[in-house]
């Protein structure tokens, strides 16, 4: 930042996946998921706080979600119909709109790194399976059995779909409303969006994609424009759901494109995207501005969420009603996390 610069008061926003969360949920596991969310958030802002950059930031962040059991991103990653993870991320940079994704990933521990690793030192923006993996070894990554990103959790909800008998992947117009109903077991794909001091916007994202998705599929959230979008000339946004409807209508990328084409706010244009691109059920997506706050908004009964601003502002929540969280440990956690 030049001594001319002027200095953006930092924000951040992330997701740990969206769906039909059952209100009825153990009190213990609700507080599970915002203690982890808190948690990371808090890492996060005490970053940004500390004037460290957005990539650095969205990428430690999404590091730490795709570590914890509870989120299907790395370790807790949702089984494809073969019982296996294979798991996908991206990230973009706002500033120079450069992008790394990877996907069909069935041994790196940390996909979001890898992206990073492909944005900044590859001339490609998409690296897949071998190739994909040969690079993270190359790159010095840690490398684990596919088995490491396995919980219980996840081969029950596998178990579930096949003893449900016919997939939901037959149905071309499936949503996440109505099935996968308890906490855990909707999508909680992972996602973060930072504006640091420079004003620089990053969006990241990782998932293990859906539970019982065909061998070799794809989805939305490697996909530039589709799961993940960022440009400092709008918004950077992460998307959770339905990956094949985000990826019909490049949700992320629309809500950049009605702020730059059509003078939308932030607000308006996620809100827009929602109701007019997706249908009820599909997803939600988290963004925030070159100014002001972040937004988070869904179409599904529920999303895993948590968000903090320099103005002092931070809160969990995984339904509508939202729980502020006490700012002063921000910087401390940062450190603690660091040792
Ligand atoms: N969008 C992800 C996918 O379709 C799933 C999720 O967001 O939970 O792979």
Redesign the pocket.
Known sequence: MSALQTRTPWAIALHG???AIAKGTEESEVEAYEAALTRVLLHGAGRLAAGVASLAVAVEVVSLLEDCPLF?AGHGAVRNELGLHEL?ACVMDGVNLRSGAVAGLTRVRNPIELARHVMTDSPHAFLIGAGAEAFAVRRGLTMVENSWFSTPRRLEQLELLRREGASRFQDPEVSLSGEGGSVGS????VGCVVRDTRGDLVAATS?G??TG?WAGRV???PFVGA?TYASNMSCAVS??????A?MRSLACREVAALMEHHGMSLQAAVERVLLHNLKPGD?GLIAVSATGPVVMEMNTPGMYRACAHEAGVAAVGIWTQMKPILMEGAAASAEMDRA
Do not use: Q, R
């Open positions: 996946g969206a769906g299907n996908e909707g999508g909680s794909t998932t994609g859906l998705k989805g939305d959230t799961g998307g959770t759901g339905i990956g094949e985000f997803g």
